[in-house]
Nanobody, 121 residues
Framework: QVHPVASGGDSVQAGGSLRLSCAAS????????MGWFRETPAKGREGIST??????AYVDSVKGRFTVSQDNAKNMMYLQMNDLKPEDTGTYYC????????????????WGRGTQVAVSS
């Protein structure tokens, strides 16, 4: 099994934007449910978004600020993060083959190396 790899993390100021990328390595179309979770000092692991079967889901704290998308032709998934806040600081991971597909089961899927996001006030 090939584990997906997240990239694109950086240090930004509050209010800034970042776009995270996830290289799924295999056909994303066949990966029915994919998603993102993060690990933060305050909340530990937290599922933040899923995408699959034409639907998306977001945790309340990122709704309206983050957007998940996928490019099946490139086997990639993305997380556009706008209006970043200091509490968004953490390590972000992408996951594939999430079953069942939900924010609370993201870590049951395949996931690999994360990417660091640091938001300063």
């Amino acid at each position: 099994q090939v584990h997906p790899v997240a990239s694109g993390g950086d240090s930004v100021q509050a209010g800034g934007s970042l776009r995270l990328s996830c290289a799924a390595s295999t056909n994303t179309y066949s990966r029915t449910c994919m998603g993102w979770f993060r690990e933060t000092p305050a909340k530990g692991r937290e599922g933040i978004s899923t995408i699959g079967a034409g639907t998306t889901a977001y945790v309340d704290s990122v709704k309206g600020r983050f957007t998940v998308s996928q490019d099946n032709a490139k086997n990639m998934m993305y997380l556009q993060m706008n209006d970043l806040k200091p509490e968004d600081t953490g390590t972000y991971y992408c996951a594939t083959e999430i079953n069942p597909c939900s924010l609370v089961t993201i870590t049951l899927g395949l996931w690999g190396r994360g990417t660091q996001v640091a938001v300063s006030s």
